[in-house]
């Protein structure tokens, strides 16, 4: 592996630092685009096609369902769809990488942190600057810079820019595993886990379920006993399935919708659970434990109960590969005089339904930053050409080593 950076890379570096970074950026960022604003969604969407147009790339964009909400009563709404970018470059390219990026935020149309501010020389704020429009303006310098390589012809690539990913990405997860294909590496511009720049490696998987218990109505003076009480049977699964929480599976019972008057035994209930398995074989675990949990307790309250949802976020192991691409960031990171660390992590994202598809993936290689999800989001601005330099310099020697 190379240890020190060549001419031809040096050329390449260049062109991705001058890139406009922060421009686009502080245009994106002041675009509202929460999981729900479809109207921003749709400008957003507009920019990024008109942005990334400068790469020879066919576009297109794809709309599929979104998972079914299940209301309060327990009963599946209709989904809703998402409209996603997915673009592909040289698909007969022998060497193929997938990048991926979410332009959504977690801050709604009407939420007040809405504008970018300069806070210090060297930070601004906003939402999504690090999460992850700041990202993607990283990712966009490094591929427009990696275009200038002579040999580019030997390396191919789909992008992945998809509007739904702070909501579970359930509606862009068919897009992303049928993008994930053939891939030989994967990556996704999450911002880095600390500001220090801190990769993410392992993540555990996540599952939402949603418990929909229906037990029998009755007067809770008159005739009690014949009520079969939902609220309570949901409880008690709410209890059973905590107590099952054990090293490397947590279970999150969060909410339990239902019931009504004091004078009725109420007849529905909705427990809403998040489960986290740390391994496939946790996540078999949690899966038969909710069978059996949802068995029991149908049979000692005498209540049906039906379960909807899955686990929308396989939990992300490193294989050999994976351990192969991540020394190939360390070094490279080493050339640019850049720390490379990493660290397991509790959140979940692309990365991991990319992981799931059996292809090495580093889900971090965004901008440096924190305190994301809250007002105080930040991002370090000389981040942006630390992170698209980084990018750029592990393709040219993704595309010299042929692989990993
Ligand atoms: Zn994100």
């Not at 630092?17 to 507009?46: C, H, K, R």
């Amino acid at each position: 592996m190379a240890d020190i950076i060549n001419a031809c890379e040096e050329k390449i570096l260049k062109i991705a630092a001058d890139f406009p970074m922060l421009d686009y950026l502080t245009e994106w960022t002041n675009i509202n685009s929460g999981s729900y604003n479809q109207a921003g969604l749709a400008v957003m969407a507009e920019k990024l096609k008109q942005a990334f147009s400068i790469l020879p790339a066919k576009i297109e964009e794809v709309t599929h369902p979104s998972q079914a909400i299940i209301s309060a009563e327990g009963v599946p709404l209709s989904p809703t769809t998402a409209t996603h970018l997915h673009l592909t470059i040289r698909p007969e390219a022998p060497l193929q990488l997938l990048f991926t990026g979410h332009f959504d935020t977690v801050f709604g149309k009407d939420h007040p942190f809405n504008k970018v501010t300069r806070l210090d020389e060297e930070t601004i704020g906003g939402p999504g600057v690090a999460d992850m429009k700041g990202g993607l303006t990283v990712m966009l310098a490094a591929l427009q810079a990696f275009e200038n390589h002579p040999n580019k012809d030997k390396l191919g690539y789909e992008i992945v820019l998809n509007s739904d990913e702070e909501i579970g990405s359930s509606s862009s997860a068919p897009l992303l595993a049928q993008s994930a294909k053939g891939k030989i590496a994967a990556f996704t511009y999450e911002p880095s886990t600390l500001p220090d720049g801190t990769f993410a490696s392992a993540r555990p998987g996540s599952g939402n379920f949603s418990i929909v218990i229906t037990g029998l109505a009755a007067h809770a003076g008159r005739n009690i006993d014949q009520g079969r009480n939902a609220i309570v049977a949901a409880a008690d699964m709410a209890l059973r399935l905590k107590s099952a929480s054990q090293k490397g599976l947590t279970v999150n019972p969060a909410k339990i919708d239902g019931g009504g008057p004091n004078n009725i035994v109420p007849d529905n209930a909705v427990l809403r659970v998040n489960i986290r398995p740390s391994t496939p074989e946790k996540m078999q675990l949690a899966e038969n434990l909710l069978k059996k949990t949802i068995a029991d307790i149908a049979q000692d309250h005498s209540v049906t109960v039906k379960i909807y949802g899955h686990f929308g976020r396989p939990p992300k192991a490193i294989s050999q590969k994976g351990k192969n691409l991540m020394a190939l960031v360390e070094s490279s990171c080493q050339n640019l005089g850049l720390t490379a660390c990493w660290q397991e992590t509790g959140g979940v994202c692309d990365g991991n339904n990319i992981s799931a598809m059996d292809v090495p993936v580093i889900d971090t290689m965004g901008v440096r930053g924190g305190n994301i999800h809250s007002q105080k989001e930040f991002m370090i601005i000389k981040s942006l050409e630390e992170r698209a330099q980084l990018s750029a310099l592990i393709l040219t020697r993704l595309l010299n080593m042929g692989g990993i």
